[in-house]
């Protein structure tokens, strides 16, 4: 006799990393392998967060600070909100989950975009609600397009922005106008963990929206420029209100110790952000020039990862690239994700396409 397993999961697939290192140097007898699949940070992390690390390693009996008290306070302190509006999660796609949980009941309905950050539509599914995909336009948001698909069972509408995985961006204007036209009892959340490749030209800079929209939740990350994936810390800012009721299914000590004290540390490093955010641009820059050059068609992008569209299937791009020890992230039809690497890596990575392709 089976167990009792909840229905709604016979249409939820298990989230697919991207391939680890070591399984493709174990699998091909690679000895180099370069990975541009998950949107990591290949320039490292902070000095200052190694030696944080390090003067917390006698703490590993005890446990975390359930309030992420520090954290909290030079995040508010940094931002100008008040501590009471902060939520704290293993990677920022926990608190997609908790934000699912917190409002959706069977039967209501969530919009997104698709393509974009496939656990929206885990987290939807998992509540019991009705995931309402809308198609991107132009590889970016079709706001017109989600404002239509509202209806009396909207409950949440996910933005991405930038958006994974084409790295575009919902611009400041567009954004103003899509908020002053959605009902305050629709929570409209605002995914931006690529945050730090984007702030400039148009993209919207969406803390003073905080006190004019209580129905608004602004997620980061300190997976990608401050390059401490492995660590899993997130976050969200909204009203003390929507904050406390997320705070309620939290789980206890839900972030680590270590990536607690990783993370205000990180915050004391300026300087690295902005040498990756360059380093980045100019990654970003090569390999514009070298796609160009090789007729592949590319969207210009806000974050540090290319949306790339070539004349093979992306599975065939995706294995051919695999077996030169190159790995990318293979998406629908002829269309992959490429993460920015070091210069090397950039060059090997077009030394590579030019031989597959």
Known sequence: MSLPYRDVLKDISPYVPGKPISDVQRELGLSEVIKLASNENPFGFSRKVEKALKDVISDIPLYPDGNTTVLREKLAEKHGLKPEQYIF????NEIITFIAQVLLNPGDESIYAEPSFTWYYTAVQM????????????????????????????????????????GTIVTTRDLNDFLESIPGNIAIVLDEAYYEYATGENYPETLPLLQKYPNLIILRTFSKAYGLASLRVGYGMASDEFISYLNRIR??????????????AALDDQ?????????????????????????????????NFVWVETNLASTELFNRLLRKGIIIRPFMGNWVRITVGTQEQNEKLIAAMEEVL
């Open 127 to 166: 509540s019991g609600a009705k995931p309402v995909a809308v198609p991107l336009k132009d590889h970016t948001h079709d706001l017109e397009a989600m404002k239509k698909a509202v209806t009396g069972r909207t409950k949440i509408i996910w933005i991405c922005n930038p958006n994974n995985p084409t």
């Open 89 to 92: 999660g293993a990677g920022s």
């Open 251 to 264: 789980p206890p000590f839900n972030v680590n110790t270590f990536a607690q004290a990783a993370a205000v």
């Open 271 to 303: 300087d690295f952000v902005d040498n990756t955010v360059k380093e980045t641009k100019k990654g970003l820059n090569f390999l514009y020039s070298a796609f160009d050059r090789l007729n592949i068609r590319y969207v210009k992008s806000h974050a």
